[in-house]
């Protein structure tokens, strides 16, 4: 089914298979990337979870075209990372729970602690964090609490 179909409930959690996590706030963001995501292929492989619990995993990414005015594309083009957009094939999974999700979140955060300021075992900002990530009531709550971003910088 087409990510247009699929009645994601956003925020949604894309979890990649090297346990990278990023943050779709609505469907456009989701549907638009950057030449570096769109070239490496970043979509394909991830797990998305919305803010019921409800899970896909992406299974191809297509470019259909700009994600931009013509204008604006061209004022990315000379400024920032000019934007396409992209038709996400997905493919149901099981859903998971709050604490599954909570779990996989602090997986990744602990595979990649420096993007969250834990440069050295002296740095006390991981073990905070991952118990706020636990302590949360909803799923929808983590995008905001860790700061996330999307793939439309790369």
């Not at 956003?10 to 030449?35: H, K, M, R, Y």
């Not at 604490?99 to 990649?112: D, N, T």
Request: charged content about 25%; proline content about 5%.
């Amino acid at each position: 089914m087409k990510a247009a179909d699929a009645g994601l409930e956003f925020p949604v959690l894309g979890f990649t298979p090297d346990l990278e996590i990023w943050a779709f706030q609505d469907l456009n963001i989701l549907t638009s990337c950057g030449p570096k995501a769109l070239k490496d292929n970043m979509h394909v492989g991830m797990e998305l979870v919305d803010a019921k619990g409800r899970r896909w995993i992406v299974r191809s990414a297509t470019r259909t075209g700009r994600a931009e005015s013509w204008f604006a594309w061209a004022i990315s083009r000379l400024l920032s990372t000019p934007q396409s957009r992209v038709e996400l094939e997905l493919e149901t999974l099981e859903p998971l729970s709050l604490r599954e999700v909570q779990a996989r979140v602090c997986a990744s955060l602990e595979a990649f602690p420096e993007d969250y300021g834990q440069y050295d075992e002296s740095d006390n900002v991981l073990a905070p964090l991952l118990a706020q990530v636990r302590a949360t009531k909803d799923i929808g709550s983590l995008p905001e609490l860790l700061g996330l971003d999307s793939f439309m910088a790369y």
